[in-house]
Every structure is written in C-alpha cells, then in structure tokens.
C-alpha cells in the first residue's frame, strides 16, 4: 500500500517529518476498517436477525482479514524504520513517541499473524458465538463442544506465532495488558489469602436477605433509571447509546460514538443497573481519551485499566453507601410499590450481599475474584494440555464445589455462562476483571487523596471532581503508557493489591462481622 | 488480487472451469464488502448518536474504497477474458452465463470510475445525509445548497466517465434500469395525457373527507398493526426487521437478513401502514432470489422493477378495496375510539383520497406520478446547465404551481422534502418510481391472468398465490435478466402503459365521477 516510505522522511529535526502524517493516515485508516467490524459485531448482538448469521460470519471474516493486512501492511514497517531517528531525538513521553513505540510493538506482533489464522479465527469466533446464543439458554454444552475445541486449537496455534513465551497464556494475555501469568498467579495467591476467610467467615453468619431487588422490576422502568443515572455520571447520550444483549459490552467506533449494551431481569433489578453503569465505566475511559492522541494510542490501555474504571464505578461509586443517600429515594420514586416499605439500610445491604454462587457477573465484590481465579486456573489447564475440552464441565463444577461450595444444575448456569470462551478468546480473558478490582481501589484511592470531598460529592449525586481525576490521570492518556507505568504515575506507586484489601475489609465491616 | 488466471481455466467444455469458482468467490467477497458497507449506512440511519457522523463518513469512505477495489480487481477481467469460450459455449440463458454477462458488464463500467471518486463521493453523500437530516426539519435550504453543488459536481464528474451518451442522464440512470432518458421522456409524455385530465376532473369535485386518517394515533400500535400485515404478507421477522428512520427504505445485508425501515407519524395512519408495506415488497424481492444465483445477479434488477414490487403491495395490494375488507375489522378493533364510528366505505375513501399536495411520499397513486415528474424535469435542467442549484427552491415551487397547483411554506415541505438529491444521487432516483408503477400493473395483470382467484385471496387475507407467481415470474431471477427481458418473460408481452392506465381508471371511477 505504501511505496518509497523513505522518501520522503527528510525532516528538519524536531518538526514532525512527512513520513509521520503518512504513517499517522495509514494507521488511521486501519482503525477504520476495525472500527467498522465492530458495528457489524455490535448489529449481530443486538439487532441482527437470526438469518443474517451466515453472511455476518463472512461480512466480518473479510474485514478482519483487510483490517489485518492493512495493520501489518510493509509500508508501515518502512516507515517506521525511516522515523526511527526522529523518535529518537524527541521526548520520550511525547505523544508522537510513544505512538511509534506502541505502533511498532503492535506492527511487530501483527506480522507474526498469518492473514488466513485472522480469517479463520474470525469465522470460528462468529460460528461459536452464534452457536452460543441458542446453547447457553438450553444448557447444550455438547454443541459447544466442537467450537471450544477449535477455539483452544486456534489459542494455541496463536501462541505458537510467539514462542519463546514464559507461559503458553502470556501470548495471549498480549504485552498490552502488561502483567504477565507469573505476575497474575503471584497476585491471585495474596488475594486468595485475604479473601477465603473473609468469605468463610460471612457464610457462616446468618444470611442477608436480597428480596427487595427480587420482586418484580418492569424492564422499561429499570433502563430509564439505570440511563438516568448514567447520564448524570456523564455518559453523553449524544455520543454513545444503551441496547440490549444477551451478555453486556461496551463497544467504540469512534472518538464520539462508544456504546453500551445491557441485559435486564424483571425479577432481579440489580442485574440491569450495575451493569450498566459498569460499561458505562469503560465507556467514560474511551470517551475521555485525549483527541491528540492518534490510533493506535486513541483508547484505553490493558483489559486490567479498562476494567478498573467500570468497577469503579459499578462498585466503589454504584455500590456504596452514599451514592445511594441520594439515589435511594429516586429509586423508590421509580418503584414505589417494591421499594418504598424497604429501608435504605435494608436495599444497601441486599446490594452488597455476599453468598456463594454460580454466576460471575452477579456475584458481590468479595466472591466475584474466586469466580475468575477458577476460570484462570480452568484456562492454564486447557491451554498446557491437563484439561481436556470434554472434561471441562465435570471440572469446572467441581472447582464451584471446592471453592465456593456450590454446583450448576444446568450448564446454562455453569460452564455455558461466560460469552468469552465462545467468542474466540481463551487465556486472555478473565484475570483482567480480578486486575480492574484491585486498580479501581488503588486508582479511587489516589482520587481521594487528592479530592476527599468526593465522597459528599457523591453522597450529593455529583461527579465532576471524580470524573476529571480519572480524565486527567487516567483517560486522557489512552494507549500511550502501559499499566505499569500508568498506574505508577496516577498513583504514585507501583501496582498494589493493599488499597483493594483495605477497601473491602472496611467496607464489609461495616456490613458483616469480620 | 488475482494472478495467473489464465493457467486455471483450462475446462472441459460443458463442465465449470476452475475459473469460474475463483470469479464466484471473488465477486462473492465483493458483495460481502458492499454488505459491511450497509450495515454501516443501516446504522447511521437507524440508531447512531449524532457524535458517531464523522467517524462514519470515514469508515464508509473507506469501505466504499475498498469494495471498489475489489469491483475492479484487474483479476476480474482476467477471469472475464478465460471464461469467455466457456460463456459462449453454454445456453445463453443459463444461471453462469448470465453471471459472467452481467460481470462483464458491471466490470467495464465499474473500472471507467476512479478508486478516489468513489471515495470523494462516499464522503461527500455521509457530509450531504448529515446535514439533511438537520436541515430538513428547519427548512434550511442554504444548509444544503453546499452540499447540493458539490452532489451536481460529482454527478456530472461521474458521467463524463461515459462520453459518447445520448443524454447527461443516461450514465446516471445506469444500464441496470434500461430504460433511457429517451424512453422515460416518450413513457412520461403519454401518462401525462391520460393522467392531467383525470387529475383536473377529480379536483372540480367536492373533496373527499380523510378526517378519519388524521386522529390521534399511538406510534406502537400502528407498528403493530402495519408489522402484523406485512407478517402475513410473507415478511419472515427472522430474515429482517423493521425499524425507524426519517425516511423508510428497505436495505439488503445478506440473503437472509433484508431489513425495512419506516416512519410514523401519530396524527397520520396512513404514513407508517403504507411505508411498511412498500418497503416489505422491496424486500420480498430480495427475499424471493433463487439461492442458486450469485453476486452481482443475487439481487433485484433495475429500481424500476424493484418499485414495481414495493407499488404493487402498497397500492395494488395494501390500497385495494378487497385487502380492506378483509383487514378493516382488524384495524378497528386496534383502533376502535378512532375508527368504530368510520365505514369502510369512508375508510376505503380517504385511503385512497386524490389530492394536489405537497409531498410525493403522501401522495395519492394518480398524482404520485405527477410528482415524479417534476422532479425528472428539474435534474435534467440542473445537469443540462440550465437550472442552478441556487435558483432549484424558486424552480420547484413554480413547477408545483403550474403542475399542482400549490406551493411549500416553507423548504421542508418543498425541495428538501425527498433524501435522494441529499445523499448522493442526482438523475437516476425518481423515475424508477414511476416506471415502477407502470409495472406494477402489468405484472398484477399478467398474475391474475394466471390465477383470477387471487383477487379473492386477498379479500380472505390470503397471499400464497400472488407471492408464488411473483417468486416464479420475478423474484427468483435477480439481476439475471434486465427489465425489458424480465418483463417480456413474465408478462407475455413489451412494457406497457395500458395495464396502468385502465388499472387507474377503473379503480377512480369507483371512487369519482370519471
């Protein structure tokens, strides 16, 4: 696609050179061709009628496949090569600096790839999750079967693009999220040590009741308040949109078009709610992103970062006491026959509920990390060989037994729950979620530190301060530093699992005796 | 993309060459990038937040690029040249030979148009669709006439690519419709004559009352109801959907995912009832290819023929007197406080109620055409030099008053009232509609030739019939044929005013005094 690069790299130093703004259109236009895969991946999960699967697989098999090639396009490389010497010469923390740095560790990775993996990975990932959709309601893991097991085939044959590896999941964990499996596995086995006797120590306390969220809740109803409130967090609805999925995501096509998608149960009104503003949290990430920032540098950076600020603001803003102070009584006046006999006390207590149960994505903050470490030990094991795909479901049934004492009676909410692995991605997926947890406490609490009146502010349904911390330290920056770095300078230290610990103990203090 | 395509066409003759897969397959990939691009355009229409407009107009640049490109891959005419003793070697009307024909054809118009027009022009109808969007509902022509410029730029641009035409629209009209300027002007002419005189006669009368049409109707109900019908009619909800937009199309992703789209208006219920069904005949067409057609003949030939198809279920079908007394109840009873008290004789009435008015969308079958022409007039005028785009307002407003007899208070009623000039189109999008009337009473005439009792069927709710001998006749063919074959084939004879003409006049004898 591009001819004589070097050419025209003649630069006065220290002005950006024509090779930048060549580089800079191409990678733009890369990001093009992705960014219109995802609204045909967007379509396909919310609107798309069951018919349109076949030519959808092939629609987005064709995009990933020119989107790869144009990512991995020689000229690229070229053109990296002719600007070496001005990255070179400018700041290292500069904007450009670090888009050559991220570009050619991306371009290094993408060209590893083969064009025709990307395209039979993207036809295995839209027949999987296809599939998904209709198995996962009627707990059919035996027809998930063969797609898993072509996903862990494809896992593996991509980890096999980057040998060398220390673990076969590092490949897949990919060097954006920057904490590779030794780091993760060391991380887990400190949390795990604080959390199993918090845990225990609960189950074995007369259980909280969470009936009041599990009367019946009209859908309608639960999207308008869960919207509103994400509107008053500062999702601009202008530039971005809430639609209904079976498994909720946010999704970016541009600077001002980032989305999120929910699911909602009439008969469980938290479901709706903190999910949405989850994604809402990731979207505020994406939107926030400097608008100096080219891509590839024009997002969020690692799974860990990006999920540190939808649980921030799930949990550490949406589950707290004082958000509901004020909240409460809007909620009441939304449901005034399910709520208005129900104390405050009562519906922050059936909100932080803790209990041993089957599904993640409902689980409370404190369970919520034992759900992912299973998944994670799960994926290490499929991925070097000691779990085969058929035995999965008697494994992960009886890691639910062992660590949080309890047993699917279907698939539908055992194995089949998580989209993840049937949505072409094994190894790269969970831990993140657990990482998010414990950057939204170290991240929040450097927030405080330097604004402590967010906590009236948010007791007073206000988010400025809060939000313009994260934009200023966290957002803006988009992709040019990785975790570690990022989380060094918002916070001022390294990547600590203490601000997470002390957050829970604290708070679930307050709720339970520890 | 293709080399060496010589080398795999060694056939035996009668069998399919080697050859013969690799066009399919790349013309296949073709059309699966046409399809992401409509995804894309389905999208901005449909649910886009205002903020997503920029990114879009680039990722559909991008992707028109693209699809471009591959329309015009150099392979194409090499496959082309090695397939052509296959193509002359077996039956002429055959699925392949038609294929490469019509390859061919595309294929050598398509590599007259420069990759970078295609992109200027994409951009320049995503700018042009932005803007009208806003500035139709304030009426601001001055907004457009920026936009309208640059569109006559491009439209001229755009046929210089084909000198040697008779008229400036021709190249425009494209040769899928087939039927010429010269053509048009005669076929316009004659309707003219029949219709004028009718349309004067209708207009001394005392007017018809479509009071009933104007009450307050709620925007769900009348999607229900006009859902429901077009469910019977044979619309598959799993191989489609429908939603809103400010101006109802019908837009193909696959051949099992054509989606129709509409508008409502709660003080109107003739509106959304109409659009809905209109655009489900557009998409029955679709629907209704035979599956062992490929791209590029897997689709509907000619806008003519595709109008004739949305016409004949919206007037033929939707406005008859049979269809309303088997669904006039139905409708009732979804409205019974604005329309227990109204016969369906006065339903039936204001239905079909004969007006000079405004809106081409709105209007009635006998002045529909009258619209049409004016504006066929007024593209001619531009692309010939001798209208300007910045005299266009005063020009339409004289034509409604010497053709209609009423002018627009204001441009959202008058000149920006249709998005064709808005999005990109200039010469080839108005007339089709009426050639689609024409045409929709001559198949309708040459199908209860075949089977009278369809006249029955409907007045019983019943569709099979019709349906049937419209897939066999004209929807299983796609772009195998052009109309003028397609019609001759189907009907027994040339394209004809006649069937029209008497349709007309004995349906508004009925209904006036003739």
Same mark, same amino acid.
């Not at 990307?118 to 009627?138: E, G, L, M």
């Not at 939808?310 to 026959?337: C, I, K, M, T």
């Not at 089957?358 to 299973?374: F, G, K, P, Q, S």
């Given at each position: ?23 800079? /259109? ?7 061709? !992705? ?31 020119? *989107?790869?090639? &144009? ?23 500069? +904007? ?35 599939? $998904? ?23 593996? %044959? ?6 060398? #590896? ?14 590779? *499996? ?11 040590? *604080? ?13 909280? !009741?969470?009936?009041?969220? &599990?009367?019946? #809740? @009209? ?11 994400? &509107? ?44 949405? $503003?989850? %994604? ?21 950076? /690692? ?21 509901? %102070?004020?909240?409460?009584? *809007? ?16 519906? #922050? ?10 599904? &993640? ?40 037994? !062992? ?13 089949? =729950? ?33 604004? @402590? ?31 570690? +770095?990022?989380? /060094? =300078? ?25």
């Amino acid at each position: 696609m591009v001819t004589e690069a070097t050419a025209a790299t003649t630069s006065v130093l220290g002005s950006a050179p024509p090779a930048l703004d060549r580089l800079k /259109s191409l990678l733009l236009e890369a990001s093009d061709l !992705s960014s219109a895969a995802s609204v045909l991946r967007w379509d396909q999960s919310t609107f798309m009628p069951s018919g349109g699967a076949a030519a959808r697989g092939r629609q987005l098999s064709r995009l990933s496949e020119i *989107a790869h090639q &144009r990512s991995t396009d020689p000229g690229i490389g070229e053109l990296l090569d002719a600007l070496r010497s001005y990255a070179e010469n400018i700041d290292p923390m500069a +904007d450009d600096a670090r888009l050559l740095a991220v570009t050619r560790r991306d371009f290094e990775r993408a060209v590893r790839i083969p064009a025709d993996f990307i395209a039979r990975d993207s036809a295995a990932s839209s027949a999987s999750y296809s599939a $998904w959709v209709k198995a996962r309601p009627a707990g059919d893991f035996a027809a998930m079967r063969p797609h898993l097991e072509k996903t862990l085939d494809l896992s593996r %044959e991509y980890a096999a693009f980057f040998p060398g #590896y220390d673990h076969i999941i590092d490949p897949l964990i990919g060097p954006d999220e920057g904490v590779t *499996a030794e780091e993760t596995k060391a991380l887990f086995k400190t949390l795990r040590v *604080a959390l199993v006797p918090m845990v225990r120590t609960i189950a074995e306390q007369t259980e909280t !009741s969470d009936a009041c969220l &599990r009367k019946h #809740y @009209p859908s309608a109803q639960q999207l308008t308040f869960a919207t509103q409130v994400a &509107r008053d967090m500062g999702y601009d609805l202008t530039r971005g949109r809430l639609d209904l999925t079976a498994h909720p995501f946010m999704i970016r096509f541009g600077a001002d078009d980032v989305r999120i998608t929910t699911r909602v149960r009439e008969d469980d009104l938290s479901d709706c709610l903190f999910s949405v $503003w989850h %994604e809402a949290g990731h979207a505020f990430y994406e939107l926030g992103v400097s608008r100096d920032l080219n891509p590839p540098i024009a997002g969020g950076t /690692s799974p860990g970062v990006h999920e540190s600020q939808s649980r921030l603001w799930e949990n550490l803003v949406g589950r707290s006491r004082g958000f509901w %102070e004020h909240y409460y009584p *809007a909620l009441q006046r939304e449901f005034p026959d399910q709520l208005n006999s129900v104390s405050l006390d009562t519906f #922050y207590r059936a909100i932080n509920k803790v209990s041993r149960s089957l599904i &993640r994505t409902d689980a409370d903050e404190l369970t919520y990390n034992l759900h992912v470490m299973i998944r994670f030990d799960l994926e290490c094991d499929l991925l070097e060989g000691r779990l085969a795909v058929k035995d999965l479901p008697d494994a992960w049934n009886a890691r639910y037994q !062992s660590d949080l004492g309890v047993v699917a009676p279907d698939h539908s909410n055992g194995v089949l =729950q998580d989209v993840h692995w049937y949505a072409g991605t094994l190894g790269g997926g969970f831990q993140g979620y657990t990482i998010g947890n414990v950057l939204s406490a170290q991240f929040y609490n450097a927030a405080l530190r330097a604004h @402590p009146e967010i906590t009236a502010d948010i007791a007073a349904g206000r988010f400025e301060t809060l939000h313009s911390w994260l934009k200023d330290n966290v957002y803006q920056h988009g992709r040019k530093f990785g975790v570690h +770095d990022l989380v /060094s =300078q918002a916070t001022g230290s390294k990547m600590r699992i203490e601000p997470y610990i002390d957050y829970l103990r604290t708070k679930y203090s307050g709720l339970y005796a520890l």
